[in-house]
């Protein structure tokens, strides 16, 4: 699977979350234990409840979810 299509699948699974909890990873940080909040056309804004703050992160450093006991895309 492409980069782009791959990227694509990762977003609208997070965008079908529906308010639960998810792991999140980026190319830029460890592990995220994220809630959707909103996102822009460049970006996606969670709740990290691991830190206790608003993330504002960009959708091309976003490389992987797992979400329903399923991984898409990468993790670590």
Do not use: C, W
């Amino acid at each position: 699977m492409n980069n782009t299509k791959q990227q694509k699948n990762v977003i609208d699974q997070i965008r079908n979350s529906r308010g639960r909890f998810f792991g999140l990873y980026t190319s830029n940080r460890p592990a995220i234990n994220a809630q959707f909040h909103g996102e822009t056309p460049s970006y996606v804004m969670i709740y990290d409840r691991n830190s206790g703050e608003k993330l504002k992160l960009a959708k091309s450093s976003i490389i992987g979810v797992a979400i329903g006991g399923q991984l898409i895309g990468q993790g670590y």
